[in-house]
């Protein structure tokens, strides 16, 4: 499936670009890798931030929030919690 996470991960197991096409396939991948990387820490900008500092990426400002695109599907999503923004 283009446009997957499985789009960004070789047959090596290395980071690859080779089957991102265009934008829209580039968009659809960074969602899932945003998505995977929001459950595994719990969208929590410290936990996020501490994984970020042993590689010298920057550093987020707020936490992670569910992605609109994930409603239904999202275990931790709870709509009471949700403001409209």
């Given at each position: 499936m283009a446009g997957s996470l499985n789009s960004i991960i070789g047959d090596d197991g290395h980071f690859t670009m080779e089957d991102i096409n265009n934008l829209?396939?580039?968009?659809?991948?960074?969602?899932?890798?945003?998505?995977?990387?929001?459950l595994l820490?719990?969208?929590n900008k410290d936990v996020v931030n501490r994984y970020c500092s042993l590689r010298e990426f920057q550093r987020i400002?707020?936490?992670m929030k569910a992605s609109?695109?994930?409603k239904?599907?999202?275990?931790w999503y709870d709509e009471r919690t949700e403001?409209?923004?």
């Open positions: 829209e396939d580039a968009e659809q991948a960074l969602h899932q890798c945003f998505e995977i990387i929001r820490t719990g969208g400002n707020t936490n609109k695109l994930g239904g599907i999202d275990p403001k409209e923004e």
